[in-house]
T-cell receptor, first 118, second 111 residues
């Protein structure tokens, strides 16, 4: 059973371009979480999605950032008109269910996508 | 959400037990304590979690005090590969169950 797969692992964009980061959760997992880690800082929650639904987007910047988790395919974190401050590692985690559904087990993290904005 | 307090950094000699403390004095009855670690800039790795009873797995032991206001993660025989940032997290369904990472404890295992 493959783990959480994130791609690309490294992405370089120029200011003003768009960045799309993909996360394929573990097989059977329908819950996805996105986190951002700025250089030399901790992990910050961004958004929590279930298939076709955004459950919690309290950590998402109000502009330029969006996320989706369609019925088929990976979850996508999209950053429009990137700025240098968006340079960070973006981690995705998945779980088979949410805590509200009674799941108290671990979240499984991917190895991250590292975005560099020139 | 219950806030956690951890020491910023700790050292441990290779082969010795590493005991990492965590205070969570505002924890409520339905909140679990989770421990994760992040080695260098890799993805966070789950270690262990518990509610009120002590827990042990192949990686570590988790000791939770009777009043649940603090806990200790124990790595029984630390190796150089255990050098990492260790995060103690309290998680509840009240906030949709997301994990909120603090600053963690940087554990340096020394030869």
């Amino acid at each position: 059973n493959a783990g959480v797969m994130q791609n690309p692992r490294h992405l370089v964009r120029r200011r003003g371009q768009e960045a799309r980061l993909r996360c394929s959760p573990m097989k059977g997992h329908s819950h996805v979480y996105w986190y951002r880690q700025l250089p030399e800082e901790g992990l910050k929650f961004m958004v929590y999605l279930q298939k076709e639904n955004i459950i919690d987007e309290s950590g998402m910047p109000k502009e330029r950032f969006s996320a989706e988790f369609p019925k088929e395919g990976p979850s996508i974190l999209r950053i429009q008109q990137v700025v240098r401050g968006d340079s960070a590692a973006y981690f995705c985690a998945s779980s088979p269910m949410g805590l509200a559904g009674g799941y108290t087990g671990e979240l499984f993290f991917g190895e991250g996508s590292r975005l560099t904005v020139l | 959400d219950a806030k956690t307090t951890q020491p910023t950094s700790m050292d441990c000699a290779e082969g010795r037990a590493a005991n990492l403390p965590c205070n969570h004095s505002t924890i409520s009855g339905n909140e679990y304590v989770y421990w994760y670690r992040q080695i260098h800039s890799q993805g966070p790795q789950y270690i262990i979690h518990g509610l009120k009873n002590n827990e042990t797995n192949e990686m570590a032991s988790l000791i939770i005090t009777e009043d649940r206001k603090s806990s200790t993660l124990i790595l029984p025989h630390a190796t150089l590969r255990d050098t990492a940032v260790y995060y103690c997290i309290v998680r509840s369904s009240g906030n949709t169950g997301k994990l909120i990472f603090g600053q963690g404890t940087t554990l340096q295992v020394k030869p």
